[in-house]
């Protein structure tokens, strides 16, 4: 049935308007004959009469009910705490109420309070509803892709440490989504005060006004902190099972490490290779990143030049447009980073930009505590890595040998005791060939992890870098330079091949099928199109595979041939 007038005017109290009840399809349960069939088998936690909440699909398909009984009923699960609204059981979905017009979201908690803000949302909000501020862990969030989400949880969110810890994990999630900012409304209210109950306070012309200032005036998540205890059983109903990591596959997310390694032997090259194409979601390592869910790096430079960045960034062959997430600072003027003055700047930097990833290179040149000094290290992990840490921040910092190797960095042991891994980046061996475009560059590397507090993931990693010098050996060409894992022992799978892979193997087919006798490197480059280390990239995957073969002419040139069909690259 439709609702009572009863139930009409208690949702007309709590700032819903009558266009929004009829919208939302609102109805009165006055019998178990009106209850849906999830919810008519309740019989102690649904009593009747109540009124029923249907909770829409992205399409407006209603996919379950909430209900809120009259007269709520201890629940037993809650110490006795009454039931005052019951789901379906194992219908676990957010509420689509209104969708965006200008790729902006509010999203709301609470039946009444997702209600209240639709009914005075700005103009263009799409509003989303979920039952409370941790019901959205398991549901699809795929609907904040390239949204920018503002939140409004209860008025508890300043003061209950659980609310606040949700709050944080919601935003790291709904980021994680492909949302592009996300904020948390403001509101004035007290106590558990939702949003409906702030708004019914107001005179009803002045709410939809109220709701856009306290929109704008939306802030970012703080971490949650405060002297909580865990608990245990929520803690343990956590799925921590899937171990996911960065692009290349040494650190995962949140993560604080060091990369260590003599100088020249090129870990700022390492590290650049790394964050353009997390943030463009390339291959690194020959570890697929996900290209629809690319990283954001900020990078803090106290090494390098401008030229130096330059001519780098175009060796690798990365364009303006690649490195719009590559927030890159060259010579920062912050204060030394195991200050607070300093580590305040950098978190200030990090709440503007919202990396995923921040770099420091070098570090040493970053503190000004002595680097013997534990007190140095210390200082730099509790002000800036702790920090970053608590905001699901990786952080990555660059360091030196000390003057024997072979006891890590130098200064301070205190250096690895503070963060959760320790790699080394350590030269083997090279070659230089002289070809017909210049001189082929090869050098061998190893990535071997010292310290770690975890022990996952590989702890040495064999790897090549590759760059082709010109004939006058004054410039890196472009697009020739990259790092590869060397001795990949993992067999060739056609169904690992990334997008850009099978986007390539057609064209690189149809040149060489129309010369039998090979097509050399750079030829097969030109006319396949896009970046040169990424064609040859695919071309090393098909050689490995055995699907071309690759040989040297009299140039020196790699000539590459077709050994069978690939019939698995459309």
Request: some cysteine.
């Given at each position: 049935m439709s609702l009572t007038p009863e139930h009409r005017e208690y949702l007309r109290s709590a700032a819903i308007t009558d266009e929004?009840?009829?919208?939302?399809?609102?109805?009165?349960?006055?019998?178990?004959?009106?209850?849906?069939?999830?919810?008519?088998?309740?019989?102690?936690?649904?009593?009747?009469?109540?009124?029923?909440?249907?909770?829409?699909?992205?399409?407006?398909?209603?996919?379950?009910?909430?209900?809120?009984?009259?007269?709520?009923?201890?629940?037993?699960?809650?110490?006795?705490?009454?039931?005052?609204?019951?789901?379906?059981?194992?219908?676990?979905?957010?509420?689509?109420?209104?969708?965006?017009?200008?790729?902006?979201?509010?999203?709301?908690?609470?039946?009444?309070?997702?209600?209240?803000?639709?009914?005075?949302?700005?103009?263009?909000?799409?509003?989303?509803?979920?039952?409370?501020?941790?019901?959205?862990?398991?549901?699809?969030?795929?609907?904040?892709?390239?949204?920018?989400?503002?939140?409004?949880?209860?008025?508890?969110?300043?003061?209950?440490?659980?609310?606040?810890?949700?709050?944080?994990?919601?935003?790291?999630?709904?980021?994680?989504?492909?949302?592009?900012?996300?904020?948390?409304?403001?509101?004035?209210?007290?106590?558990?005060?939702?949003?409906?109950?702030?708004?019914?306070?107001?005179?009803?012309?002045?709410?939809?006004?109220?709701?856009?200032?306290?929109?704008?005036?939306?802030?970012?998540?703080?971490?949650?902190?405060?002297?909580?205890?865990?608990?245990?059983?929520?803690?343990?109903?956590?799925?921590?099972?899937?171990?996911?990591?960065?692009?290349?596959?040494?650190?995962e997310p949140g993560q604080q490490m060091a990369l260590i390694g003599d100088g020249k032997v090129g870990k700022s090259l390492f590290m650049a290779d790394w964050g353009w194409r997390a943030v463009t979601g390339q291959r690194f390592l020959n570890d697929q990143a996900d290209p629809d869910k690319p990283s954001k790096v900020l990078y803090l430079d106290a090494e390098n030049s401008r030229r130096d960045i330059q001519t780098r960034m175009i060796a690798l062959g990365a364009t303006p447009a690649d490195l719009r997430n590559f927030i890159y600072l060259s010579f920062p003027p912050v204060k030394p980073l195991d200050t607070e003055e300093g580590a305040r700047q950098v978190l200030s930097l990090v709440d503007r930009y919202e990396p995923d990833i921040v770099i420091l290179d070098t570090v040493s040149r970053f503190v000004e505590g002595k680097e013997n000094d534990s007190d140095t290290w210390l200082n730099l992990y509790r002000r800036l890595h702790r920090e970053l840490k608590a905001r699901g921040v990786t952080g990555v910092r660059l360091d030196h040998f000390g003057k024997d190797a072979e006891k890590g960095g130098r200064g301070s042991s205190a250096k690895s005791q503070d963060i959760d891994h320790v790699w080394e980046l350590v030269r083997t061996g090279g070659s230089e060939n002289k070809t017909e475009d210049g001189y082929e560059v090869t050098t061998h590397l190893v990535m071997k992890r010292t310290h770690t507090r975890t022990g996952l993931g590989e702890g040495r990693i064999e790897i090549r870098r590759y760059g082709v010098l010109n004939k006058n050996r004054t410039q890196w060409l472009p697009g020739s330079t990259y790092h590869e894992v060397e001795g990949d022992d993992n067999p060739f799978e056609p169904d690992s091949l990334s997008p850009a892979d099978r986007r390539r193997i057609p064209k690189i087919y149809e040149v060489l099928r129309g010369a039998p006798e090979g097509v050399s490197h750079n030829e097969v480059c030109r006319a396949v199109g896009g970046r040169k280390t990424d064609v040859g990239i695919t071309l090393s995957r098909l050689v490995d595979g055995g699907y071309l073969s690759r040989t040297k002419d009299a140039r020196n040139a790699y000539i590459y041939k077709i050994v069978k069909e690939f019939d698995r690259g459309e």
């Open positions: 929004t009840i009829e919208a939302a399809g609102l109805r009165s349960v006055l019998s178990r004959e009106d209850l849906p069939e999830g919810l008519a088998s309740m019989t102690v936690l649904a009593p009747v009469p109540g009124i029923l909440f249907p909770y829409r699909d992205r399409e407006g398909n209603v996919v379950t009910h909430r209900y809120r009984p009259d007269n709520p009923a201890p629940d037993p699960k809650k110490d006795g705490k009454p039931a005052k609204y019951v789901g379906e059981p194992g219908k676990n979905v957010v509420n689509h109420i209104r969708a965006t017009e200008n790729g902006r979201i509010l999203v709301v908690e609470g039946e009444k309070q997702q209600l209240a803000a639709a009914s005075y949302a700005p103009e263009g909000f799409g509003v989303v509803g979920i039952p409370g501020c941790w019901t959205w862990k398991g549901t699809d969030l795929s609907w904040a892709k390239d949204a920018a989400v503002c939140v409004a949880f209860d008025a508890d969110r300043r003061t209950n440490p659980k609310v606040a810890r949700a709050a944080w994990e919601f935003a790291a999630a709904l980021k994680k989504a492909g949302a592009t900012a996300v904020r948390f409304v403001d509101f004035p209210g007290h106590g558990t005060d939702g949003l409906d109950d702030v708004l019914a306070r107001l005179d009803e012309g002045e709410r939809a006004q109220s709701l856009r200032e306290w929109i704008a005036n939306s802030e970012k998540p703080e971490p949650p902190g405060g002297f909580e205890p865990i608990d245990w059983d929520e803690l343990f109903a956590e799925d921590f099972s899937q171990v996911t990591f960065h692009v290349g596959g040494f650190v």
